[in-house]
């Protein structure tokens, strides 16, 4: 079975971690996303917490000298050896070459570049409605993928919390950081040939059904 190396991008709130979470389970991926591990990394105070907290908190990009080593070595690590999905990262061109550098010096390469996308107005409607379980991480939305009981998660009943960057003035300052630092990624993907693009507006499940059915043509042409 050839591997899967795919990265999923697209503005804050267009559904990245919704999406990987159906993904991971449809095609057994290790899951890198480095928005939680950075936030498993404040909350439980390590180095690389305290280096992050700040830039995060005003929705700007950690420096990349902080973030390209520890994603790294999870991409090169064992349980990555049969293929990632990495949310999250690259966000820049300098962590997209250092991505290609490294896959390069291990003789593999990105299968795909995943684009979700999807409006501004849209972006600041979700983020403000997403809620997140302090225990399991599952992501809620208020009004379009609402827990069983408000306030609680699905799995074990866990609490529900808002995000800290996601209060609207902070998600408009992390979308011009997007447009600035991460948009640009899209034409050094669609360069190289590896860009495919969603459209993120449609439900979670149509989202999924073509992200799925994409993959596994991929898969079938690589194996051809
Ligand atoms: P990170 O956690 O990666 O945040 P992000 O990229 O801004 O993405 P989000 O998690 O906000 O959104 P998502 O696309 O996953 O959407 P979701 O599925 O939750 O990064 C946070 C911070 O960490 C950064 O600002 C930066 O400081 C730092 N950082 C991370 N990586 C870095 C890097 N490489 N370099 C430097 N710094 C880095 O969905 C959102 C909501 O919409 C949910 O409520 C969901 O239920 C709902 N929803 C999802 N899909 C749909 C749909 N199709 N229709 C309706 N609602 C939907």
Same mark, same amino acid.
């Given at each position: #079975? ?6 999923l991008?697209g503005?804050?709130g267009a559904g990245k971690g919704t999406q990987a979470e159906r993904l991971?389970d449809d ?28 830039? #995060? ?23 990555? *050896? $049969?293929?990632?999905?990495? $949310? ?16 390069? *010096? ?8 995943l684009?979700i996308d999807v409006?501004?107005?849209d972006?600041?409607r979700r983020?403000?409605g997403r ?7 599952r992501v809620y939305h208020?009004e379009f993928d609402p827990p ?5 998660? $699905?799995?074990?009943?866990? *609490? ?31 360069? *190289? ?5 969603f459209d993120g507006t449609r439900s979670p499940t149509e989202v999924h059904d073509h992200i799925r ?8 042409? $690589?194996?051809?």
């Amino acid at each position: #079975m050839s591997e899967l190396n795919l990265i999923l991008l697209g503005p804050p709130g267009a559904g990245k971690g919704t999406q990987a979470e159906r993904l991971t389970d449809d095609f057994n991926l290790p899951y890198i996303a480095t928005g939680n591990i950075l936030r498993a990394a404040v909350q439980e105070g390590t180095e690389l917490g305290r280096q992050a907290q700040g830039f #995060m908190t005003a929705g700007e990009l950690v420096p990349d000298e902080v973030i390209i080593g520890v994603i790294l070595e999870a991409v090169e690590g064992p349980a990555a *050896r $049969d293929g990632f999905l990495l $949310d999250g990262f690259p966000r820049s061109t300098g962590q997209a070459d250092a991505l290609g550098e490294g896959l390069e *010096r291990l003789e593999r390469r990105l299968t795909a570049a995943l684009l979700i996308d999807v409006p501004d107005e849209d972006v600041v409607r979700r983020l403000s409605g997403r809620r997140v379980s302090v225990k399991t991480g599952r992501v809620y939305h208020v009004e379009f993928d609402p827990p069983k009981h408000e306030g609680r998660c $699905d799995v074990d009943g866990s *609490r529900l919390v808002q995000r800290d960057d996601d209060k609207p003035e902070t998600v408009r300052h992390r979308l011009e950081v997007y447009r600035t630092s991460t948009l640009p990624l899209v034409a050094y993907y669609e360069e *190289r040939g590896s860009l495919r693009r969603f459209d993120g507006t449609r439900s979670p499940t149509e989202v999924h059904d073509h992200i799925r059915a994409t993959i596994a043509t991929l898969r079938l042409e $690589d194996e051809l």
